[in-house]
């Protein structure tokens, strides 16, 4: 392999600065790191040059920024910046945040024309405090990745100031697929909303436009309030999350207005299964959820809630959980109130007479739910999210001659 | 699914349920291997089907005509039950209370949808028998057991052609284990469950 080429470009980059470097040894460098230790060549460049600076006593290269306060040269697009990089931008505080840690003085998000990006001010910078709705020049911020999601981290090196702007911002929603992990806006609609599983959640459940869904999460902050299912909202500024290769969107501080009228939503999501109920799980008939508003979990036999304790004032509901079999997968199934009763033709208030005058209670209702769907052949459509079908609907199949017709001759063909 | 993919599931914590197959009487008991996927005590074990697939779980639906309680201390409930081409042994111990509470109430006979475990035992005299552990049985209409002729008919004629065209691993121990396997034979078996069903 040849080493001049990468060579020639450090040798460039320090003779800028009035310093001679020894190619020989340089050279030397790269190959011992690229054909002994394996290393990646732009990685062994990278290596090389961070040693000869050191040697200079160079500070650290800095791509943009460097030139000095006041220059405009490295100014750049939000959408631009990359992890790594020492910006100057200009931008608007859309949202600030209350900082999570005491070495942080604010957080939020600013945005410009092509963009959106976290900001954090450590508290060690002695920045001027930013303010909501404000535009300000940022230089020589430095920008880095928090789980996955790039962050512009003012520093005490960072200098900030209002600019005198006052252009509104109106940022262009993403088609849902397009999200990627930072911050992005959306328009879209509540498809569903799952029970809370946490006492700090407001609401979770799933988003969604023509292009795909997202799952979303609203974290309890005074003013945050729900999202309607079924309705459409322009949601600008949310934060996307990366966890398990999967997406998701915090609405937490994001800006959110419901939209008049309907969108389509993507629907090949909604995937049909078929199989045999091979097993109904416990936890599954007629159970009583907390009544307290936003939790929704349901309660032990004791009528105990893991956050809120007793509740004496429960509310009922149906649902059942099992797993569904084709013979080649199993399909782990949570079936809601309405698709329940439609399959095992008791309804909740038949459900409620049941628990409350038979001396096995809730048991008996599990027990008459089960003998009625256990062993069923049943067409499920739903919506699979982390090997869990949320099932809309569920039907018992039916035998069709014209099937049984086919088999026949599939079978009496070949002998 | 490979045996591959069932581990890698394990270690990620992310439980991945083995499926039940659909397989008639007259191939299970032709079982005659049976094997353990894994070193741990707690691996699952496979029988083999002749026609090359592993069965860690089956899913049954026939008359069960017979049932009989076992045992003194330890009470069973052995039971059998009958599709178009033969007999399934079902039992259910005090390991699967469930099972065994739900076999008692059962009337024979009846209509019932099994789902178990598959396990072969050699006899004294040397003859093999494939018992299947119930892990939960219910009385079920005659339509559910059509559609299960179907199922179980379309899965069986799957497997037929995949062991003439295919070579999964699976599949090439079943030719080993099952020298003597004539498909023909299986084809009619199929033919004869689904020639019973009266239009």
């Known amino acids: 392999m040849d080493y001049s080429e990468a060579t020639e470009r450090i040798s460039r980059k320090f003779k800028k600065s009035g310093n001679e470097i020894n190619r020989e040894k340089v050279e030397g460098k790269l190959r011992r790191l690229i054909e002994e230790f394996g290393v990646q060549p732009a990685e062994a460049e990278r290596s090389v040059s961070n040693e000869l600076a050191k040697e200079f006593n160079i500070p650290p290269a800095s791509p943009q920024g460097s030139s000095g306060t006041g220059s405009a040269t490295g100014q750049k697009a939000i959408a631009d910046v990359c992890p790594g990089d020492w910006v100057t931008l200009e931008g608007k505080v859309v949202s600030l945040a209350p900082p999570a840690s005491p070495a942080i003085a604010q957080s939020g998000i600013v945005a410009d024309e092509s963009g959106a990006i976290r900001f954090v001010v450590w508290a060690k910078s002695n920045a001027p405090k930013i303010k909501e709705g404000a535009w300000y020049r940022i230089e020589s911020a430095v920008v880095d990745e928090y789980k996955n999601i790039p962050n512009l981290k003012v520093h005490s090196g960072t200098t900030i100031k209002e600019i005198d702007k006052t252009d509104p911002l109106i940022p262009s929603p993403l088609p849902v697929k397009d999200l990627r992990p930072g911050i992005g806006s959306v328009r879209a609609k509540v498809i569903q909303e799952w029970d809370v599983t946490h006492d700090r959640m407001l609401q979770s459940g799933i988003v969604g436009d023509e292009t795909g869904t997202i799952k979303f999460i609203i974290w309890k902050e005074q003013g945050k309030e729900k999202l309607a299912v079924g309705s459409v909202y322009s949601i600008f500024y949310a934060q996307v999350d990366e966890f398990n290769e999967r997406l998701s969107l915090n609405l937490t501080s994001a800006t959110i207005m419901q939209e008049e009228g309907d969108i389509a939503t993507i629907t090949g999501g909604d995937a049909e299964i078929r199989g045999a109920i091979v097993h109904i799980a416990p936890g599954s008939g007629i159970i009583k959820r907390c009544p307290v508003e936003g939790c929704n979990r349901a309660l032990s036999r004791q009528n105990y809630c893991p956050i809120h304790e007793i509740q004496p004032n429960f509310v009922y509901d149906l649902r059942i959980k099992g797993w569904l079999d084709d013979g080649e997968r199993t399909h782990n199934l949570l079936l809601k109130r309405d698709v329940v009763e439609a399959l095992t033709g008791i309804n909740l208030d038949q459900a409620k007479e049941i628990a409350e005058n038979n001396p096995l209670g809730m048991d008996e209702v599990f027990l008459q739910m089960r003998e009625k769907v256990l062993g069923r052949y049943v067409a499920c459509k739903g919506r699979e999210i982390e090997n869990r079908v949320l099932v809309n609907s569920c039907e018992r199949m039916h035998f069709e001659s014209g099937e049984h017709t086919k088999l026949l001759n599939r079978a009496g063909g070949a002998s | ?199």
């Open chain 2, 1 to 199: 699914m490979s045996a591959k993919d069932t581990e890698m599931g394990r270690r990620d914590g992310s439980f991945e349920r083995e499926p039940a197959r659909r397989v008639f009487a007259s191939e299970l008991r032709e079982c005659r291997y049976q094997f353990r996927d894994g070193e741990d005590e707690k691996s699952p074990t496979f029988v083999l089907l002749p026609t090359g697939e592993r069965s860690n779980r089956i899913f049954l639906v026939g008359t069960l005509t017979e049932k009989t309680r076992q045992g003194e201390q330890n009470i069973f409930y052995r039971g059998r039950v009958i599709d178009p081409t033969g007999t399934f042994f079902i039992m259910a111990g005090s390991y699967q209370p469930e099972a065994m509470q739900q076999m008692a109430k059962i009337e024979t006979p009846a209509f019932v949808a099994v789902t178990g475990k598959p396990n072969l035992y050699q006899k004294p005299d040397g003859s093999y028998l494939v018992s299947v552990r119930v892990e939960s049985i219910t009385v079920v209409d005659k339509e559910t057991r059509d559609l299960w002729l179907l199922d179980t008919a379309t899965r069986t004629l799957d497997r037929i052609d995949a062991l003439a065209t295919s070579t999964t691993p699976d599949i090439l121990k079943a030719k080993e284990q099952y020298p003597t396997l004539d498909l023909a034979t299986h084809r009619r078996m199929v033919y004869d469950a689904l020639a019973q069903i009266k239009i």
